[in-house]
C-alpha cells in the first residue's frame, strides 16, 4: 500500500500566483480531509469529502481556496491568487468506514508552501 | 474557540521517564479520540486512540488514561527512549468513520540520554 500520495511536497511561489496542491488517497478510502498546518493555528481542517462530494468547506479561509475531487483517487486544492498568510504546510489525509479501523485518518506526507 | 485543548505545549524527559500530555475537550458528542505523533518532516501518524466507553487503554509503552466525567484524556509513555522525541497531538471526533479531527496544538516531545 503506497499511503496517501501528495504532490508537490515543496512549492515556493510568489504573491499573486495561482498554487495546485494534489492528493492521492488511499485505494478503497471513500473519505479525504485537507488540514493546513500553521505554527500558530496549528492543524486545522479545511475542507472534506466523502464519496467525493464536499461535504463541510467551512474551514476554508476565503474565496481564493477552492478543492475539487473529480473521482475516487484524486483530489486538488488551488490557492488563487495566493499570499504570503497562506505559507503553510497542507496535508491530506483519507479514511475508510468500511475498514476494521474505520476511524483512523491516515496522513500524506504534505506540501510545505511557501509564498513569497 | 479551541475545542481541544493540549498541555504542555513543549516538554523534555530523561531517558527512562515517564513523559504525561494532557489534553481537555468541550463537546460531549466526541466520541473518538486519538493520539498522533509526528516527526519533522512528515505527517501525522495514528499512535493510539481510544473511545469513551473505556477509562484506559495500553499499547506497547503507550497509555491513554480517559475521563468522561471531567471531558479530559492523557498520553502516558512508559520507559521513554530517544526516539519517541517528536511532535504529539491530540484530537477529538464525532462519530465513527467520517468525519473531521479536531486537533489540540500539539506537545514538543524531547526525550534526552
Known amino acids: 500500500d503506497a499511503g496517501v500520495i501528495q504532490s508537490p511536497r515543496h512549492e515556493v511561489t510568489e504573491m499573486g500566483q495561482e498554487v495546485t496542491l494534489r492528493c492521492k488517497p488511499i485505494?478503497?478510502?471513500?473519505?479525504l480531509f485537507w488540514y493546513r498546518q500553521t505554527m500558530m493555528r496549528g492543524l486545522e481542517l479545511l475542507i472534506y469529502?466523502?464519496?467525493?462530494?464536499?461535504?463541510?468547506d467551512s474551514g476554508m479561509p476565503e474565496d481564493r481556496f477552492s478543492a475539487k475531487m473529480p473521482n475516487a483517487s484524486f483530489s486538488t486544492l488551488k490557492i488563487q491568487p495566493s499570499e504570503p498568510r497562506d505559507s503553510a504546510v497542507y496535508f491530506c489525509a483519507s479514511s475508510s468506514p468500511r475498514s476494521p479501523t474505520r476511524e483512523t485518518q491516515y496522513f500524506g506526507p504534505g506540501t510545505r508552501l511557501l509564498v513569497l | 474557540q479551541q475545542q481541544v485543548k493540549q498541555s504542555p505545549q513543549s516538554l523534555i524527559v530523561q531517558k527512562g521517564g515517564i513523559p504525561i500530555i494532557n489534553c481537555a475537550y468541550e463537546n460531549t458528542a466526541f466520541d473518538y479520540f486519538p493520539w498522533y505523533q509526528q516527526f519533522p518532516g512528515k505527517g501525522p501518524a495514528l499512535l493510539i486512540a481510544?473511545?469513551?466507553?473505556?477509562s484506559e487503554k495500553k499499547e506497547g509503552r503507550f497509555t491513554i488514561s480517559f475521563n468522561k466525567s471531567a471531558k479530559q484524556f492523557s498520553l502516558h509513555i512508559m520507559d521513554s527512549q530517544p526516539g519517541d522525541s517528536a511532535t504529539y497531538f491530540c484530537?477529538?471526533?464525532?462519530?465513527?468513520?467520517?468525519?473531521?479531527?479536531?486537533f489540540g496544538k500539539g506537545t514538543r516531545l524531547s526525550v534526552i540520554a
Open positions: 485505494s478503497g478510502h471513500n473519505s
Open positions: 481510544i473511545r469513551p466507553d473505556v
Open positions: 484530537a477529538a471526533s464525532k462519530h465513527s468513520g467520517n468525519t473531521p479531527l479536531v
Open positions: 469529502f466523502n464519496n467525493n462530494v464536499p461535504i463541510d
